[in-house]
């Protein structure tokens, strides 16, 4: 009976490992030696990522931009922007092989452009009756962050058997309307009970998650154990800035491959995109 739950125990372990080594092949495959970092807070989400961009055990970039801006129609009134009918800033950020996560990223940059002049000259155009009354059912919205989201989930899943696989990770960021996700609701006053701020983690196999905080690339072993400890649904901006630079300072520290330069960090909110770092 010992000999027997010996056994048994033994092939569990490598059973674990094993599922360990996949999980790890998936990561370097996926998003690499790169590292990505999202958290969601009350009214925002702040996006986090390296710099760096290498191949092999070399260097090839230490400036580069992986946080992209898709669409940012910047509405000019207090009243625009908390309403839920008009077009919100959306942010993406991509790891993986750099052909594939350019590719994609213009693909829903050019998807944003397209839906914003379908719905009119701009989706920051608004429509007024003879009274001077806002209707709102006229001053459409182009696309969320959960549309794109989805749409960047079918172009990685309908390529996952064919010979040109997207090895491209993403975590998509922006706020969206209360119904756009029934599965989910914050209660904010600052976002007016219309638009809550989603943070959608999307990795190379097509499997989407709406989370409060995660991470992409072999960085993220050192970093979920620090969102873990540091996050709560309450956090503010300037601590979510904080707990994202915590994070790379520790791969800094701990984590074998480093990046050169500082990390870029944006923040969405209603105001539009700000670059912090």
């Not at 638009?195 to 409060?212: A, N, R």
Request: aromatic share 6%; glycine share 6%.
């Amino acid at each position: 009976q010992k000999i027997m739950s010996m056994i048994m125990m033994k092939s569990k372990h490598q059973l674990l490992l094993f599922i360990n080594s996949v999980i790890l092949f998936g990561a370097v495959r996926g998003s690499g030696q790169e590292t990505l970092i999202g958290i969601r807070g009350p009214d925002f989400v702040v996006l986090g990522a390296d710099s760096s961009l290498s191949q092999s055990i070399a260097l090839t970039s230490s400036n580069l931009d992986k946080i992209m801006v898709l669409i940012d129609p910047r509405p000019t009134t207090e009243a625009s922007k908390l309403n839920a009918h008009r077009q919100q800033t959306i942010l993406a950020a991509a790891a993986g092989d750099p052909a594939d996560s350019d590719k994609l990223l213009s693909l829903l940059c050019s998807h944003c452009t397209i839906r914003e002049f379908e719905q009119g000259i701009g989706c920051d155009v608004e429509f007024y009756n003879e009274d001077g009354e806002l209707l709102e059912e006229c001053s459409k919205k182009g696309v969320d962050a959960l549309q794109i989201a989805h749409l960047a989930r079918r172009e990685v899943s309908s390529r996952l058997r064919s010979r040109r696989q997207l090895q491209v990770c993403l975590l998509v960021a922006g706020l969206c309307s209360k119904h756009s996700n029934n599965n989910e609701v914050l209660s904010s006053s600052v976002t007016s009970n219309s638009l809550q701020p989603m943070l959608l983690w999307l990795d190379q196999y097509g499997s989407l998650q709406s989370i409060q905080y995660g991470a992409h690339g072999l960085g993220s072993n050192f970093a979920l154990s620090i969102l873990d400890k540091g996050y709560r649904e309450d956090i503010s901006r300037e601590e979510a800035i904080t707990l994202i630079q915590d994070c790379f300072r520790q791969l800094r520290y701990r984590y074998v491959i480093n990046s050169p330069n500082k990390p870029c960090i944006k923040c969405v909110s209603v105001d539009g995109c700000d670059l912090i770092i």
